[in-house]
């Protein structure tokens, strides 16, 4: 369980860089297209950028962290079920500072900011379920 | 702590996050087949509470007048690779009448795999009539036939398009033109039906810059987002918006005209010119000047007319508020949006009575544009933001509601029948955006769903 809990804080903070990696050919993208007179507007679809940007961010992120959740009751990681809530407390802050800059894309900006510290919490819990991991014998289990 | 109990508080703490979320997702899931008007909740606006069924007409019942056309078309639907086509061609064939006429259309799906209908947008047609698969009819399966019957009452500009799996079909080129002219009027008209296909702007389904062959510009927004309008070399007029003229309008310089998705305005150009509808479409010689900066607005144009009811008199008053919450909505975890607070199908139904005068309030607080359509009916707007219109009775079937915009409109119940009332960025249908408009005593004849496989979104 130590070892999930790991792996999925791992991949939280992982697909922080994807989501940078997609949303950035996102535009890239739309301007490659206007380049050949295409026209970006409300009849556009979404490009593979957008698409991969909306479905780890409404879909993968929210499950992974959901399941880090559920996966903390378990794994005896020291402050485990804490920073599993903070996490889940962040991506779901990071989905509100998404939809909210659609009224005031201001607010981007912070949803652009709060990605890091999506990573950063994730990244914390992954270091305390390793650091938890590599004593051996009882002293892990508080 | 000892094991055994940790590992029971783990469970217990487990199933009280797993639980409330499976009870969610189960609650939202909707049937296969469902009765559209059995759906939501009543919402009376107000007045006296109202059923659906009392014995009166069926949906079905509610068709156009019998009797020899005056105008009679064939439409045949097809999918030609990406794109689908009415006679060979998309936009279709335009579709012209003379007011009081009655048109008659026969639609033949010959090879769209999901079934097709066609949707008369902003003609007040009987209930029957109106196309929407589902609630008025069934889908017409490939090989099937249907035939719409109706007059054409009121001059103006109109489109016809499919109201199956209709965000779709109409992005994919199920639409066409309608104009309905007054009689013994010489035309001297263009029809301008504006429509994006994989990117590309178009003006009647070509982009960049068309001839300019009349002086009264029929624009219609096929699209999903609002277009603006601007005309270079020479001033103009808006005579008409969705189908209904407006009273004393005044000469245009510098403006742009915003079209709503779905929206119709008719722009009478003084001189030769030419007419930009964004995205480098446009009609006309010439070069063409930067988009004005600023759009005409409605409540202020023109002068003030009877409207022929009155709005003070309004026995219900309804709201509709647009906003977006995370939820599940047929099971599907995302962000939707919700009717009143409620995500589809937990939706209102407004319930009228023949004969009612009806004031909603349209408000939206969801982060994006909405052009809200009420099928069936036109209803006239008072009020935008607290500020009352001061202009021309302005007359819609589409309305553009900005993000944070409030309008108050008004309109007379005088079309029985169940009315969808949604927004035309067809995307937003299937994500919740929709509601209906029904009335007493008029029963259900159709479901979403079912053999014909109907997908009225």
């Known amino acids: 369980m130590r070892a999930l809990y790991r792996a999925l804080s791992g991949l939280i903070a992982l697909s922080v860089a994807v989501q940078a990696a997609v949303l950035a050919a996102a535009w890239f993208l739309v301007l490659k297209d206007t380049d050949s007179g295409a026209v970006f507007d409300k009849n556009s679809g979404a490009n593979w950028g957008h698409a991969a940007h909306s479905v780890i961010g409404m879909g993968v992120v929210p499950l992974l962290a959901l399941l880090l959740l559920l996966v903390s009751f378990f794994a005896r990681v020291p402050g485990g079920v804490t920073w599993a809530l903070i996490t889940l407390g962040v991506v779901v802050l990071q989905i509100v500072l998404a939809f909210v800059s659609y009224s005031a894309p201001v607010t981007g900006l912070l949803h652009g900011l709060n990605a890091f510290a999506v990573a950063g919490v994730a990244s914390v819990a992954m270091r305390r379920a390793g650091d938890a991991a590599a004593p051996a014998g009882p002293v892990a289990v508080s | ?457």
């Open chain 2, 1 to 457: 702590m000892r094991t055994p109990i940790r590992a029971a508080v783990a469970v217990v703490a487990a199933l009280a996050v797993l639980v409330p979320l499976v009870w969610f997702w189960y609650a939202s899931l909707v049937p296969a087949t469902y009765d559209m008007a059995a759906m939501g909740y009543p919402d009376y606006g107000g007045g006296p509470a109202v059923t659906h069924e009392h014995g009166g007409p069926r949906v079905a019942d509610l068709t156009g007048p019998s009797g020899e056309p005056d105008v009679a078309v064939t439409l045949v639907a097809r999918a030609d690779g990406s794109r689908y086509t009415l006679n060979g061609t998309s936009p279709g064939p335009v579709i012209r009448a003379v007011q009081g006429q009655l048109v008659e259309v026969t639609l033949v799906n010959e090879s769209i795999p999901d079934g097709v209908t066609l949707h008369w947008h902003g003609v007040d047609v009987p209930n029957a009539e109106d196309g929407v698969a589902g609630i008025t009819q069934d889908a017409v399966a490939r090989g099937g036939r249907h035939v719409y019957r109706f007059v054409v009452t009121d001059a103006g500009t109109y489109w016809y398009h499919s109201h199956q799996v209709s965000h779709e079909q109409v992005r994919r080129g199920l639409f066409g033109a309608l104009v309905v002219t007054p009689p013994g009027s010489s035309a001297n008209d263009q029809v301008v039906a504006v429509h994006t296909y994989d990117g590309r702007r178009t003006v009647n389904g070509v982009p960049g810059v068309s001839a300019l062959t009349g002086r009264r510009i029929r624009v219609i927004n096929t699209d999903a987002g609002p277009i603006r309008v601007w005309v270079s070399g020479t001033p103009f007029r808006v005579l008409a918006i969705d189908g209904h003229d407006v009273h004393e309008p005044a000469a245009i310089t510098g403006e742009a005209v915003l079209v709503t998705a779905g929206g119709r305005a008719d722009l009478q150009l003084e001189t030769a010119g030419r007419v930009d509808v964004g995205g480098g479409a446009a009609i006309g010689t010439g070069s063409p000047i930067p988009a004005p900066k600023i759009n005409v607005d409605f409540l202020a144009y023109g002068s003030p007319s009877g409207l022929g009811f009155d709005p003070a008199a309004a026995n219900r008053r309804f709201a509709y508020t647009i906003g977006r919450r995370i939820g599940f909505l047929d099971g599907r975890p995302g962000m939707w949006w919700t009717v009143d607070g409620h995500l589809f199908p937990d939706v209102p139904m407004f319930m009228v009575v023949t004969g009612d005068v009806v004031r909603m309030t349209i408000t939206n607080d969801s982060g994006e544009v909405h052009p809200m359509h009420l099928h069936g009916h036109h209803a006239v707007v008072l009020s935008r933001d607290g500020v009352a219109a001061t202009g021309s009775p302005w007359w819609i079937d589409s309305l553009d509601v900005a993000d944070g915009a409030t309008y108050e409109i008004a309109f007379v119940a005088d079309n029985p029948g169940i009315w969808a009332d949604h927004c035309h960025n067809l995307e937003h249908v299937p994500e919740g955006l929709v509601a209906h408009l029904a009335y007493a005593g008029v029963a259900s004849s159709f479901q979403v769903g079912g053999a014909a496989g109907n997908v009225p979104e």
